[in-house]
């Protein structure tokens, strides 16, 4: 009885052992094959086959690597350096962005900019900092910024100075820091907001032309329109050349107040306040979910003067890369917030790393909610499209014959995967590359 007891006690281990073991042998050649499958379409595919691809798969509750291919070569990450800029925020901003610093003496206040982005942007309407400055009944100062950062970033493109994506930066910046221009087929004259450029505004000498349109002076707040009745409805977005003049202004236009510029703080004026404006989540969402450039160069400015009181983004970047960066595979060539920059150069290796920091500061549910959806939100709306809820949380980034994704993938088993997809020096339309990078993703997500 003992003896039979004993074997009947250890027969189910038995046969637990014989099904571990099988199901063990069985993931590795579902792992095998998937990466086959993976593998040759790397090799095959029409899309890939000139241009240079590069992809990790990284597990980061095991800490596996479950695929690679070109991981440790570099590759332009456009858009997916706002993963850096978002990592950086969270690193030094907190809960709130710094609307503005300001000191009071007697009747006077003297304010100056942090960097913040929300004043006045349509897409931020719940600032502090408007009514703030409205209801003060002191005498109103702008300080300009001791340090003035280029309006433009290293190796970006001047030719795209007039496009909504081409923003410049700036120490204060008010409405966006662009004017939107609405045409309407029953209108010879267009909407202008803010309304202080309407006395800014030329028309062309030729007004022939289907497509209404603005073009600013390439040194100047000049627009020159073309629009004629009868032209289909456009709105656009054309960046204003940036100033401390031009934002005294368009304070004395909108609040409206007399504001007057100084060029130096006088040393009486001690013990700067800041005021906070918004939730810095507001800032992140909009940055990651539609890929504003804009709102990317602001917060490394934003950062940087938390650092130093200095509006320098490479401040921000320098300090980043030293303190929090040492520990990644690859040295990243990292100079702007938004990655319109081709002298930025990362590896798909170092992303996973950098996006398992990230995933390490940021609850799950709260970095879900940020990040562009697919099938669901942002740049990846009407791509990666899950069954019943999202598979992908990434960034998008596309610059002319580049495009990546880096993000989350969490697999139909419920695995929360970190990967990189990089793709460079591709001839072939974009739409070509896309559809490959779903095909794989989807069989990550479907087999792991």
């Given at each position: 009885?003992k003896i039979q007891n004993f074997l009947s006690s250890r027969q189910p281990l038995h046969f637990s052992i014989i099904a571990c073991t099988l199901l063990f042998l069985t993931s590795c050649a579902s792992r095998k094959n998937i990466t086959n499958e993976i593998t040759t379409r790397f090799d095959t595919s029409e899309a890939f086959r000139q241009g240079f691809s590069g992809l990790m798969v990284y597990d980061p509750a095991s800490q596996e690597v479950l695929y690679e291919h070109n991981s440790e070569k570099y590759f332009t990450p456009a858009s997916n ?368």
């Amino acid at each position: 009885m003992k003896i039979q007891n004993f074997l009947s006690s250890r027969q189910p281990l038995h046969f637990s052992i014989i099904a571990c073991t099988l199901l063990f042998l069985t993931s590795c050649a579902s792992r095998k094959n998937i990466t086959n499958e993976i593998t040759t379409r790397f090799d095959t595919s029409e899309a890939f086959r000139q241009g240079f691809s590069g992809l990790m798969v990284y597990d980061p509750a095991s800490q596996e690597v479950l695929y690679e291919h070109n991981s440790e070569k570099y590759f332009t990450p456009a858009s997916n350096t706002k993963l850096l800029t978002f990592y950086t925020g969270l690193k030094i901003l907190g809960d709130s962005v710094p609307g503005l610093q300001y000191a009071v003496q007697n009747d006077s206040l003297i304010f100056r900019g942090t960097g913040d982005p929300s004043f006045l942007h349509e897409e931020f309407p719940y600032s502090q900092v408007f009514q703030f400055l409205k209801d003060r009944e002191e005498k109103l100062f702008f300080a300009a910024p001791d340090f003035t950062e280029d309006h433009f970033g290293p190796g970006w493109a001047w030719g795209d100075y007039n496009w909504y994506y081409s923003v410049e930066r700036g120490a204060f910046p008010m409405y966006g820091n662009y004017v939107n221009f609405t045409f309407t087929p029953e209108d010879s004259v267009p909407l202008v907001y803010p309304g202080y450029f309407q006395e800014k505004i030329e028309f062309a000498k030729d007004l022939k032309t289907k497509r209404s349109g603005a073009t600013r002076n390439l040194s100047e707040n000049i627009f020159v329109l073309k629009h004629n009745p009868g032209n289909p409805q456009r709105e656009q977005s054309v960046p204003f050349k940036y100033s401390s003049e031009i934002i005294v202004a368009l304070l004395n236009d909108t609040l409206p107040k007399n504001v007057q510029l100084i060029e130096e703080i006088p040393s009486s004026f001690k013990d700067f306040k800041t005021l906070y404006s918004i939730p810095a989540d507001s800032l992140y969402r909009r940055m990651l979910q539609v890929s504003d450039n804009f709102i990317a160069e602001q917060i490394l400015l934003l950062s940087a003067n938390e650092i130093s009181d200095t509006l320098k983004s490479s401040i921000a970047i320098d300090h980043i890369k030293s303190e929090y960066f040492q520990d990644l595979p690859d040295e990243i060539q990292w100079v702007d917030g938004s990655g319109l920059s081709r002298y930025n150069l990362f590896t798909p290796r170092s992303v996973v790393k950098i996006l398992e920091k990230i995933q390490q500061e940021v609850p799950q549910p709260r970095l879900f909610s940020l990040m562009a959806a697919g099938g669901e939100s942002g740049t990846i709306k009407n791509l990666y499209k899950g069954e019943e809820e999202p598979y992908i949380y990434a960034k998008t980034g596309t610059l002319n014959n580049n495009h990546s994704l880096s993000g989350f993938l969490k697999t139909q088993s419920g695995r929360v995967l970190i990967f990189s997809f990089m793709n460079s020096n591709y001839t072939v339309p974009t739409s070509m590359i896309k559809e490959e990078m779903e095909h794989i993703l989807k069989e990550i997500y479907l087999k792991y």
